[in-house]
């Protein structure tokens, strides 16, 4: 049934070009950086920080997936444009925290010295807390059409601080530091990549089909969705730490195994790593079942997500 049904899913997207697609997302996404960033005059050092960070070459598959899901319920790009950048300014805060010696200790990100080694730890903690509170800045900045409008964006707000907060990312970040040297079973592994990886991506897509006037039923479908390609996402992060060429992923490999971390492969092998991260885009695919061709970008996403190399 699974495979009939991604055969099924491919068959529906054969026209879509997910290249053209992504590049045209990410150079919206970048202009947008661009231009708030050059709103940000004062604080240099700061800024150019942030900058070094955030401009760097990233998947940008956060704000991608935002737009993605608004589109599916009917939205446009230009509803949730802002909202994507907000997300990317927090899930890049997160890397600049995650890479600190206190933390993972890494010296490679997006194919650049990570912001520590290129400033300094005192610059890089503020960087990182400068992107989260302007991400929050430009969520509650958004222009308020109407009421209803504005009773979305507080759900959006919410969604948001909630995926990023001690709920979510940051009790993932808690509990992964709290495992290295730890051998952790599947539910354990789970309930981490759960928090730290898919709570965010979770939110991108929640908060981008709220703004697309999704109805009730379609955001409960998009939710399985997200669940399933976070969690893929993250398997095939693992994969890469272990058989990935670090001039492709922009970032160190074979970390995970020197920290002494329970990952995906080191539980279950390679191969069956990449099974269970087929399975879960299957997963994924089968709740965009009754979505038009406006979800293509989804479907398309899916599987970019288990072919992708960096």
Same mark, same amino acid.
């Not at 590049?23 to 996404?29: A, E, G, T």
């Not at 599947?186 to 309930?191: F, S, V």
């Not at 092998?269 to 970008?297: R, W």
């Given at each position: 049934?699974?495979?009939?049904?991604?055969?099924?899913?491919?068959?529906?997207?054969?026209?879509?070009?997910?290249?053209?697609?992504?590049?045209?997302?990410?150079?919206?996404?970048?202009?947008?950086?661009?231009?708030?960033?050059?709103?940000?005059?004062?604080?240099?050092?700061?800024?150019?920080?942030?900058?070094?960070?955030?401009?760097?070459?990233?998947?940008?598959?956060?704000?991608?997936?935002?737009?993605?899901?608004?589109?599916?319920?009917?939205?446009?790009?230009?509803?949730?444009?802002?909202?994507?950048?907000?997300?990317?300014?927090?899930?890049?805060?997160?890397?600049?925290?995650?890479?600190?010696?206190?933390?993972?200790?890494?010296?490679?990100?997006?194919?650049?010295?990570?912001?520590?080694?290129?400033?300094?730890?005192?610059?890089?903690?503020?960087?990182?807390?400068?992107?989260?509170?302007?991400?929050?800045?430009?969520?509650?900045?958004?222009?308020?059409?109407?009421?209803?409008?504005?009773?979305?964006?507080?759900?959006?707000?919410?969604?948001?601080?909630?995926?990023?907060?001690?709920?979510?990312?940051?009790?993932?970040? @808690?509990?992964?530091?709290?495992?290295? $040297?730890?051998? !952790? +079973?599947?539910?354990?592994? %789970?309930? *981490?990549?759960? /928090? #730290?990886?898919?709570?965010? @991506?979770?939110?991108?897509?929640?908060? $981008?089909?709220? !703004? +697309?006037?999704?109805?009730? %039923?379609? *955001?409960?479908? /998009? #939710?399985?969705?997200?669940?399933?390609?976070?969690?893929?996402?993250?398997?095939?992060?693992?994969?890469?730490?272990?058989?990935?060429?670090?001039?492709?992923?922009?970032?160190?490999?074979?970390?995970?195994?020197?920290?002494?971390?329970?990952?995906?492969?080191?539980i279950l092998g390679i191969e069956k790593s990449k099974e269970f991260a087929k399975n879960l885009v299957n997963n994924a695919l089968q709740t965009l079942e009754h979505f038009d061709k406006k979800s293509d970008p989804l479907r398309a996403i899916a599987h970019y997500t288990i072919d992708r190399k960096r």
């Amino acid at each position: 049934m699974k495979n009939h049904l991604s055969l099924k899913m491919n068959r529906k997207m054969d026209s879509f070009d997910l290249n053209s697609y992504l590049f045209s997302k990410r150079k919206q996404i970048n202009q947008a950086i661009e231009t708030i960033l050059g709103q940000t005059t004062n604080s240099r050092v700061v800024v150019s920080a942030m900058r070094h960070s955030l401009v760097a070459e990233g998947k940008r598959i956060r704000p991608v997936l935002c737009i993605a899901a608004s589109q599916a319920v009917g939205g446009q790009t230009e509803d949730v444009i802002m909202i994507a950048c907000a997300l990317e300014m927090i899930h890049t805060y997160s890397l600049i925290h995650d890479d600190l010696p206190a933390m993972d200790d890494d010296n490679l990100r997006r194919g650049k010295p990570t912001c520590h080694i290129a400033f300094d730890e005192a610059t890089a903690i503020l960087a990182g807390d400068a992107l989260l509170t302007l991400a929050f800045e430009i969520l509650s900045s958004i222009e308020l059409a109407d009421k209803n409008n504005a009773l979305k964006l507080l759900r959006v707000i919410n969604t948001i601080a909630k995926a990023a907060g001690y709920k979510g990312m940051i009790e993932g970040q @808690i509990k992964d530091i709290a495992a290295e $040297g730890k051998q !952790l +079973g599947l539910e354990d592994l %789970e309930e *981490i990549h759960v /928090l #730290k990886t898919g709570a965010l @991506i979770e939110a991108s897509i929640i908060t $981008g089909a709220i !703004l +697309g006037n999704g109805s009730f %039923e379609q *955001i409960e479908k /998009l #939710k399985i969705y997200a669940k399933n390609i976070g969690l893929a996402f993250q398997v095939i992060d693992d994969i890469l730490n272990v058989e990935g060429d670090p001039a492709v992923t922009g970032k160190d490999v074979g970390t995970d195994q020197a920290r002494e971390k329970s990952t995906y492969p080191s539980i279950l092998g390679i191969e069956k790593s990449k099974e269970f991260a087929k399975n879960l885009v299957n997963n994924a695919l089968q709740t965009l079942e009754h979505f038009d061709k406006k979800s293509d970008p989804l479907r398309a996403i899916a599987h970019y997500t288990i072919d992708r190399k960096r």
